[in-house]
């Protein structure tokens, strides 16, 4: 089985919010509402590092972990989904996650955030498959069609990887032994370089 | 006599209040509770594993 992974490369990530805004397209995600960002770090610095960030669908979910209401489900294949029937948008999920994944829409009076949004790997939620009120309510399923997350397939430098977690993991390591080096946006230099 | 018919209806009450109570859903805690997904089901299929293998084998041409 399974178990699908997003994995950006920095190295081939140019900035140039693609990711941002195919997502945003395929879905109707609203205003307000970013279900991938990208981050930059030491931005206009020489060595300067994108990475596109969203729901990373962790192996032991915090988000499902603190959820009041148990509205989070995972797929045989590790893809983290939720039902916005059962969400009452208390934001747990939103203190919990590393990642900052889960979004609140904000709509309604007095702060109330309204109902959950998040990344959904292109899989939908818990209605029929590509029904109009899936499609309404968490987007457009594209697993279903036999398809990846349409921010990973329409990168221009492939820098987004999605897909199985070995085979994401294989080319990522085929890059860096012809690299000669992983990157050094992370790890023990990045972390302590003064130490 | 007259004390013992409101002493009854109340009694009679409490027991009927009380035996609603019996019918109580006690959920299990952080097991999902809501509607199941038909993907699941259908992720399980070969033909639409073998499609979704072949998009990720795409990924490596560069």
New interface residues.
Partial sequence: M?RMKFLCDSERCIECNGCVTACKNEHEVPWGVNRRRVVTLDDGLPGERSISVACMHCTDAPC??VCP?????T???GIV???K??CIGCGYCFYACPFGAPQFPQKEAFGIRGKMDKCTFC???????NSDAELTKYGT?R??N???PLC??MCA??AL????GN??AD?YRERVLKRGSRPQTWGWETAYKDA | MKMKIPTLALLLAALLAVAGCSDVTV?E????????????E???SD???S???E???K????
């Fill in positions: 399974a499902a972990a209401v148990d509205c989070f489900y797929t045989d294949d989904l939720h039902d029937d059962l899989a939908g939620g818990p209605e029929a498959n399923n697993i279903a036999g398809k990846l990973a397939e430098t492939k990887l999605a897909g199985d085979m994401v080319i | 959920y805690p952080g097991v999902y509770k809501g509607a199941s997904d038909p993907l699941v259908d992720l399980r033909e639409l594993r499609s979704l293998e998009r990720q084998r990924q490596m041409d560069r």
